[in-house]
């Protein structure tokens, strides 16, 4: 990701930027920006319905454990984990259950199957890739 910060330095080196800095709090939102733009929808969808497999948790509790794996997708816009929850929710792959004026997130049979089904899909691929290398 660095790397893309100096292609972006370099480039506005050579154009009309060439004397704009950037703050240290710039250079990690735009990191956070570059990072978040690698993430496509299937690696959203995983990382919550991950999230989900052992119990039912708030959106609160989805953001705090996706970002315990590391992955900062929503760091910088949480109300957008909100959105795919609820087009989870809207394809049957989530179930949401309001208690005690909080909602709360489980995985439907529909999501469990989802989700084990890309996890062979990506141990067969994985499987291809190392048997790959062998020929």
């Known amino acids: ?15 009309v930027f060439k004397n704009v800095t950037f703050s240290s709090t710039l250079q990690s939102k735009v990191l956070s920006q570059l990072q978040r733009a690698t993430y496509d929808s299937n690696d959203v969808m995983l990382f919550i ?6 119990e039912a948790k708030t959106g609160y509790d989805v953001l705090l454990n996706i970002e315990q794996m590391g992955e900062e997708v929503f760091t910088s816009n949480e109300g957008e984990l909100y959105q795919v ?6 394809d049957q792959l989530i179930r949401g259950e309001w208690i005690n004026e909080e909602k709360y997130y489980s995985l439907t049979n529909k999501g ?20 790959e290398g062998w020929t």
């Open 1 to 15: 990701m660095e790397d893309e910060l100096k292609n972006i330095k370099q480039t506005m080196n050579r154009t």
């Open 49 to 54: 319905l991950s999230s989900l497999v052992h």
């Open 85 to 90: 929850l609820h087009k989870l929710e809207f």
């Open 112 to 131: 469990k199957n989802y989700l084990k089904n890309f996890r062979v899909r990506d141990k067969v691929e994985d499987r291809y890739n190392e048997l």
